[in-house]
């Protein structure tokens, strides 16, 4: 039995017209030094790891000396002290996966932006595993050739 060429070509387009429609739902933006982008990805990736890690010390370290952070309900934190301060776990608690997505990154010069989404899973002392995401927004700053966080601001999203 031979299946008509229209029906496979109708399924096709049907999947072309689904994956464009959820295109924009996963689009990035990168303007810059192809090198400085890829350097702050690749920063993306291990202050993730960092968390995963719990290591306050590296991700107290991925900040400039004046970083400041601006988390969500509370105050501007700012000064290594505070950042690993705020970085150090509670006993017992543990981020078991942590992922950031930029949605747009721009370098311009020796200073960079970008935003876009993060998620992550946490486990507390009993076991139990709770998932959260939100937003963002980082502006780099370049120093001896390494991009380090310089403002961090973040809110998470209303669970769906």
């Given at each position: 039995?031979?299946?008509p060429?229209?029906?496979?070509?109708k399924?096709?387009g049907?999947?072309?017209?689904?994956?464009?429609l959820?295109?924009?739902?996963?689009?990035?933006?990168?303007s810059?030094?192809?090198e400085?982008?890829?350097q702050?990805?690749e920063?993306i990736?291990?202050f993730?790891?960092y968390?995963m890690?719990?290591d306050?010390?590296k991700?107290?370290?991925?900040?400039?000396?004046?970083?400041?952070i601006?988390?969500?309900?509370?105050?501007?934190?700012?000064?290594?002290e505070?950042?690993?301060?705020?970085?150090?776990?509670?006993?017992?608690y543990q981020?078991?996966?942590?992922?950031?997505?930029p949605?747009?990154i721009s370098?311009?010069?020796?200073?960079?932006y970008?935003?876009?989404?993060?998620?992550?899973k946490?486990?507390?002392?009993e076991?139990?595993e709770?998932?959260?995401?939100?937003?963002?927004v980082?502006?780099?700053k370049?120093?001896?050739?390494d991009?380090?966080?310089?403002?961090?601001?973040?809110?998470?999203?209303?669970?769906?």
């Amino acid at each position: 039995m031979t299946i008509p060429c229209h029906t496979s070509l109708k399924s096709l387009g049907s999947l072309f017209l689904i994956a464009s429609l959820h295109l924009p739902l996963f689009s990035q933006t990168y303007s810059g030094n192809q090198e400085d982008i890829d350097q702050i990805l690749e920063n993306i990736q291990k202050f993730s790891s960092y968390v995963m890690n719990s290591d306050a010390e590296k991700i107290a370290d991925a900040y400039t000396t004046d970083g400041k952070i601006f988390p969500d309900n509370r105050d501007i934190m700012e000064g290594r002290e505070a950042l690993v301060r705020y970085w150090t776990s509670p006993e017992g608690y543990q981020t078991t996966y942590h992922k950031i997505t930029p949605s747009e990154i721009s370098i311009e010069g020796e200073t960079a932006y970008d935003y876009g989404y993060y998620e992550g899973k946490s486990k507390n002392p009993e076991g139990q595993e709770s998932s959260w995401s939100g937003k963002y927004v980082i502006v780099w700053k370049k120093l001896d050739n390494d991009w380090k966080i310089y403002l961090d601001m973040w809110n998470r999203r209303a669970s769906k």
